[in-house]
């Protein structure tokens, strides 16, 4: 990582009305339901192909909770300040905004969020209820607040 960027990790937003930890029982729970029907032969027909079709597809869903829930492949979940830009990236599966500093006219820092005010009239909502920490919170405050200071965006915050 450059020297000048600090990227600051967020915990994935917890929206799934299962929580993390259910969902992988319910996985393995498929998963073992599945192995015990293959190795005891129970329901064996025409169709025990179908078994090991949900074998894979219980397998697939496991690995997509992990993969979307948990840091495997590194940080997938960010607020990055580098010297230029705000970037701004949600998880594994959704792109990364990239807000460079000309382009904002205004900083807030809500309790629970970041609203970026962009010079074309747009505004964009970041949710800061990611973050979890006090040390983190501090550390985004600070970057937050050196980010406006150096490239002279007016900065209010609501604290």
């Known amino acids: 990582m450059h020297p000048d ?22 996985g393995f729970l498929w998963i073992g339901y599945t192995v015990a ?8 027909s025409d169709f025990h192909f179908l078994h090991y079709l949900f074998l894979l597809f219980s397998l697939v869903y496991v ?9 495997i492949f590194g940080t997938q979940s960010y607020l990055e300040f580098t010297p230029a830009y705000i970037v ?5 599966f959704r792109p ?11 900083l807030e820092l809500a309790p629970q969020q970041l609203r970026v005010q962009l010079k074309e009239g747009n505004t964009l ?11 983190r919170k501090r550390l985004l405050r600070e970057q ?4 406006a200071a150096k490239h002279s965006i007016a900065l209010r915050d609501a604290q």
């Open 37 to 44: 029907l293959i190795v005891t032969g129970a329901g064996a």
């Open 88 to 92: 701004h990236k949600d998880g594994l």
């Open 125 to 135: 909502n970041l949710s800061l209820r990611q973050v979890k920490g006090a040390k």
């Open 5 to 26: 960027s600090t990227r600051i990790r967020l915990q994935p937003a917890n929206t799934q009305r299962i929580p993390f930890w259910g969902q992988l029982f319910l």
């Open 144 to 147: 937050v607040r050196a980010f």
């Open 96 to 106: 990364k905004q990239a807000l460079a500093a000309e382009e904002i006219s205004g």
């Open 63 to 71: 690995g997509y909770v992990l993969v979307h829930n948990a840091p």
